[in-house]
């Protein structure tokens, strides 16, 4: 079993749909959790940071972490066409990050 | 965020020959830094994780004598490829942790092509 497992799609919504990108970890141990966009030939950039349980906002983006469940969620509000990337979401364990295959989303206008 | 700068952005370079990539922090000082390796359409692979002032640990399957590693400062490592093939061609990205905490930044990666 992987450590982080991620639908990899494609995922393709129209402009200003909510977009809900999900992994499951397979750890309770983990602690640390990231999502990351990367755009096309480019290095992931880091969207949201969260420790533990709970839900983090920023801007249109929400991340939740469910650990009952070993689920983490990545939420986009108002969804543009700029946000057309592929999302990775990653636990830290033992100083590492490990990640999902990454969801590819395409927002058309 | 906090930016971590990768050079040269693209290179090109012999069969045979070595070539040597930068990780810089700018604006944080990073103990850790982190060497990736990303194939079309996957994920990023670890290579290897780099401590200041100490050798780097290499991931399985890595060769660590055709992958150079150094982190002479805390805000540079670097990557250089040894004696390179066509297969080394690929899309190399570093991050670095931040000394201070648990937040990982990435730089824009670096494009291989080994002709």
């Known amino acids: 079993q992987k450590e982080v497992e991620q639908d990899p799609g494609p995922l393709s919504v129209p402009e200003g749909a909510i977009v809900s990108l999900n992994c499951t970890y397979s750890?309770?141990?983990?602690?640390?959790f990231m999502w990351y966009r990367q755009y096309s030939r480019k290095g992931p950039e880091l969207l949201m940071y969260?420790?533990?349980?709970g839900n983090k906002e920023d801007g249109r983006f929400t991340a939740q972490v469910d650990k009952s469940s070993k689920y983490i969620s990545l939420f986009i509000r108002d969804s543009q066409p700029s946000d057309s990337a592929t999302y990775l979401c990653?636990?830290?364990?033992?100083?590492?990050?490990?990640f999902g295959q990454g969801t590819i989303l395409t927002v058309h206008p | 965020g906090a930016v971590v700068s990768q050079h040269p952005s693209w290179v090109i370079c012999k069969s045979g020959t070595s070539v040597k990539i930068e990780c810089r922090s700018l604006?944080?000082?990073?103990?850790?830094m982190f060497w990736y390796r990303q194939f079309p359409k996957q994920s990023l692979m670890l290579m290897a994780t780099?401590?200041?002032?100490?050798?780097?640990?290499?991931e399985q399957g890595v060769e660590k004598d055709k992958f150079l590693i150094n982190h002479a400062s805390l805000t540079l490592s670097t990557l250089t490829v040894t004696s390179a093939h066509p297969e080394d061609s690929s899309f190399y990205i570093c991050?670095?942790?931040?000394?201070?905490?648990?937040?990982?930044?990435f730089g824009e990666g670096s494009w291989l092509t080994v002709v």
């Open positions: 991050s670095a942790r931040v000394e201070t905490g648990n937040t990982i930044y």
């Open positions: 750890n309770s141990a983990f602690q640390y």
């Open positions: 969260t420790y533990s349980s």
């Open positions: 990653a636990v830290l364990s033992y100083g590492k990050l490990t």
């Open positions: 604006d944080f000082q990073a103990t850790t």
């Open positions: 780099s401590n200041e002032g100490s050798k780097a640990t290499y």
